[in-house]
């Protein structure tokens, strides 16, 4: 089984057509998704934004295996990204990743000195270093670097991503309306799809009631689909 993390985005945002409202960023908040596997069920995710203070916040995702080989390997996934607001962006300072199954671990680490401006990878395939580009985000900040986006009104999004070995820019815009039944209710929800590249990438967001996705598909990676069962501010 191979369980990767979402994509992550972040950097300028360029306008759709028509006036933009400025964005709210969130303040904490927990978020519940059912987890599967090619229409299989494969887990639950919990996602949690947290105010540390001095104007750092953490965003964290857990996958628990609970289905198919998942749940048979007992599966854990963790991703902790830690970062500070720059304007309506989640500017990147750290980010961890963790996969434990019965079978192998995988772990991937990632720094920010934003003094000289240095992007430092850590991970089972070696180590890598980088420029870092002001307001970059890594993958596990996605949902709500572009969640952020849609609030304020943005209809594309390009975006500066860190990936393991440089900084890629990746571009989404809103596709369409559709409606959404998830287990936390239906939606008409705006679907945003990545144009760039075929990664087989598309949430659907209610920008007016959440910051995150209340349904995110992904091929790349095990064609991954999330859908939101729980959305509660602290």
Same mark, same amino acid.
Do not use: C
């Given at each position: 089984?191979?369980?990767?993390?979402?994509?992550?985005?972040?950097?300028?945002?360029?306008?759709?057509?028509?006036?933009?409202?400025?964005?709210?960023?969130?303040?904490?908040?927990?978020?519940?998704?059912?987890?599967? /596997?090619?229409?299989?069920?494969?887990?639950?995710?919990?996602?949690?934004?947290?105010?540390?203070?001095?104007?750092?916040?953490?965003? /964290?995702?857990?996958?628990?295996?609970?289905?198919?080989?998942?749940?048979?390997?007992?599966?854990?996934?963790?991703?902790?990204?830690?970062?500070?607001?720059?304007?309506?962006?989640?500017?990147?300072?750290?980010?961890?990743?963790?996969?434990?199954?019965?079978?192998?671990?995988?772990?991937?680490?990632? *720094?920010?000195?934003?003094?000289?401006?240095?992007?430092?990878?850590?991970?089972?395939?070696?180590?890598?270093?980088?420029?870092?580009?002001?307001?970059?985000?890594?993958?596990?900040?996605?949902?709500?670097?572009?969640?952020?986006?849609?609030?304020?009104?943005?209809?594309?999004?390009?975006?500066?991503?860190?990936?393991?070995?440089?900084?890629?820019?990746?571009?989404?815009?809103?596709?369409?309306?559709?409606?959404?039944?998830?287990?936390?209710?239906?939606?008409?929800?705006?679907?945003?799809?990545?144009?760039?590249?075929?990664?087989?990438?598309?949430?659907?967001?209610?920008?007016?009631?959440?910051?995150?996705?209340?349904?995110?598909?992904?091929?790349?990676?095990?064609?991954?689909?999330?859908?939101?069962?729980?959305?509660?501010? *602290?």
């Amino acid at each position: 089984m191979t369980i990767r993390p979402l994509l992550a985005i972040a950097l300028s945002f360029s306008l759709g057509a028509g006036t933009v409202a400025a964005a709210t960023t969130p303040g904490d908040f927990t978020a519940t998704y059912q987890v599967s /596997r090619g229409g299989s069920p494969m887990g639950t995710a919990t996602i949690s934004l947290h105010d540390d203070g001095g104007g750092q916040w953490t965003y /964290r995702k857990a996958i628990k295996g609970t289905g198919g080989l998942a749940g048979l390997l007992g599966a854990r996934m963790d991703e902790t990204s830690r970062f500070r607001w720059k304007g309506e962006l989640p500017e990147a300072i750290s980010y961890d990743y963790a996969l434990q199954t019965g079978v192998k671990n995988r772990q991937r680490h990632l *720094r920010v000195d934003w003094n000289t401006r240095q992007v430092h990878v850590e991970g089972d395939k070696g180590s890598e270093t980088y420029p870092a580009t002001p307001g970059i985000v890594e993958r596990n900040t996605l949902p709500l670097a572009l969640g952020v986006a849609l609030q304020g009104g943005q209809q594309q999004v390009a975006l500066a991503v860190a990936v393991r070995q440089r900084v890629e820019t990746q571009q989404f815009r809103i596709v369409g309306k559709e409606t959404i039944q998830v287990p936390a209710g239906s939606f008409q929800a705006e679907r945003v799809d990545r144009t760039d590249a075929d990664r087989g990438f598309s949430a659907w967001y209610a920008p007016q009631r959440y910051p995150l996705p209340v349904k995110l598909s992904q091929r790349d990676g095990g064609d991954i689909t999330m859908v939101l069962v729980s959305y509660s501010e *602290r």
